[in-house]
């Protein structure tokens, strides 16, 4: 295998220290993305060269003519501290003509947007739930053609920021009060759905032109706070107590119905293609009792540390780490345009 020089861009805050190794595990566990992907791929024999990228674009500029990098690995989600920048930063890869890991730009904008992201499905017939966006700032009146109860929360925030309980509104009261909160504390736009009782299934996607679906995978709840509907709220995603507490685990989706594993694996790949993903992504569905699946939201440069869904995903389809980096690293040099 060719030895590369590859330049991995992070948040500063996630730049794993020298001594990374000899770290307890609470501390790893902030920065263990960064830290497994570096390491893995100096295990491997590329040669690695850790940049933080807070609100700098000349340090980047600086480093790809100094390092002369073979290709970025893009950990990046945020810059000057907006997740809505992520793009720009590959932009600007692409005009400094350095091949880079992950998601296009345009596919990054797309996915992004969640009214935008659904409408282009809804001209491809692939079901969504039904959804309507209320401008920041506005009050909230409810069409008549959308019914309650309802899901409310942010048009383009990730990680399940202000999501919670809460979001599922059952009245007219709860949901302007909703979407108030959702301007007053997010800052932006909100959007609120049909809300999609079901199991929720996640599924990895690997590929530019010939993609690769990896095995879905469920968020389960093994004891829900009292009979509570499934919702991966922010403590559920990332609250290692509450998790506990509540049984919360992500394990191989088990015995879906009749059809619905290879259904899924298709509609992954179609839905993957019209957003224009590349690289890597993780898409999410919610299955309802009838088999209907519902597409949710995408996510371009998906989580991606050892142990974690995606790399779980890949393992059970026979991909190792180190060799699925290696692939995202494949897809990345292959995936700019010519000179
Ligand atoms: N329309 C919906 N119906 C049911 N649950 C939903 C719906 N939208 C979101 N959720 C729940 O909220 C979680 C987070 O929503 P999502 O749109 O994925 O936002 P984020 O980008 O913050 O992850 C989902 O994983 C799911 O559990
Ligand atoms: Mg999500």
Redesign the pocket.
């Known amino acids: 295998m060719r030895k590369l020089r590859v330049l991995a861009l992070m948040h500063p805050e996630l730049v794993p220290p020298d001594d990374a190794a000899e770290r307890d595990e609470k501390e790893r566990f902030v920065w263990k993305t960064e830290w497994d992907v570096c390491r893995t791929l100096r295990d491997i024999g590329h040669e690695v060269k850790a940049l933080g990228v807070q609100d700098e674009l000349v340090p980047i500029r600086d480093a790809v003519e100094e390092f002369k990098p073979h290709i970025v690995f893009n950990l990046l989600e945020e810059f000057h501290g907006n997740v809505l920048f992520d793009h720009n930063v590959v932009s600007l890869l692409e005009l400094l003509r350095v091949p880079y890991t992950g998601c296009n730009p345009r596919g990054m904008i797309i996915s992004r947007e ?1 009214a935008l992201s659904k409408k282009l499905l809804i001209y491809h017939r692939i079901r969504v ?1 039904a959804f309507h966006v209320f401008p920041f700032g506005r009050k909230a009146k409810r069409p008549k053609s959308l019914e309650l109860p309802l ?1 409310v ?1 942010s048009l383009t ?5 202000g ?1 919670s309980q809460a979001s599922l509104v059952k009245s007219d009261e709860e949901l302007t009060e909703r979407v108030a909160f959702v301007h007053r504390r997010l800052g932006s736009d909100a959007i609120a ?4 009782l079901g199991r ?1 299934i996640y599924i990895g996607v690997i590929g530019n032109d010939r993609l690769t679906a990896l095995p879905p995978r469920e968020l389960v709840f093994e004891n829900a706070p009292d009979g509570a509907p ?3 709220t922010a403590r559920a995603k990332h609250d290692l107590d509450y998790q506990k507490r509540h049984g919360i685990d992500q394990r191989a989706a088990q015995d879906l119905p009749d059809g619905v594993a290879a259904g899924l694996e298709h509609l992954a790949k179609r839905i993957y293609r019209t957003l224009e993903l590349t690289g890597y992504a993780r898409l ?1 569905f ?1 299955l309802r009792p009838d088999g209907s699946l519902y597409f ?2 995408a996510n371009p440069n998906p989580e991606i540390a050892l142990g974690e869904e995606f790399a779980s995903a890949a393992q059970a389809a026979g991909i190792e780490y180190p060799e699925l980096l290696q692939r995202i690293i494949n897809l990345g040099m292959r995936g700019t345009a010519p000179e």
């Open positions: 969640k739930p899901f929360k925030d990730h990680a399940s920021l999501i759905e049909q809300f999609i929720e499934l919702i991966a999410d919610r949710l939201e």
